[in-house]
């Protein structure tokens, strides 16, 4: 745990305030669920809490059935990271945070496609080695749950010349419902 040197009170309804610069750093808004924790010293621990990572196994299952009934990399993240991914090193995009293409895909509600992106919108922070190429294409795709952006699916190709038409749109559209229902359920 890493000490910040804010201190806050807890009012007379047991509210505290979570100071504005550890909102913006964490990505807390308006009406985030967090979840909360105590560890065996009596720590009290707070994590914004992802309900489609609770569903993370049934999420896992979905990128790999994408991923074989595509051919393109898959990956279904929550709010802010990667939670599942297929036909790519998961070690090294696991829990990875979102990028700006993804977050606007969930905010307006649209899907977002890209050919030969100038810069990978998929990662806040890319992944770029030597020799390795970017993303050539990509689709991203909002999960709603409840009429809420809740995640996204994103179907992503490193090889050029790729293109991502009207049926991977339609595999990833399907997707994400079949995971936003899942969370009504």
Known sequence: MKATGIVRRIDDL??????KEIRRTLRIHEGDPLEIFVDHEGDVILKKYSPIGQLADFAQECADSLFENSGHI???T???TIISVAGISKKEYLE???GPDVEAAMEE???VIRHNP???GLLKHPLEREGE???MAYLVTPIISGGDPIGAVIL???QAGTQMGALEQKLAETTASVLGKQMEA
């Open 14 to 19: 047991g509210r505290v305030v979570i100071p």
């Open 156 to 158: 992503a190709s490193k």
């Open 78 to 80: 929550d709010r802010d």
């Open 118 to 120: 100038k810069e990978n």
């Open 109 to 111: 509600r649209n899907v």
């Open 96 to 98: 990875k945070e979102i």
């Open 133 to 135: 190429p970017t993303f």
């Open 74 to 76: 898959a990956m279904i």
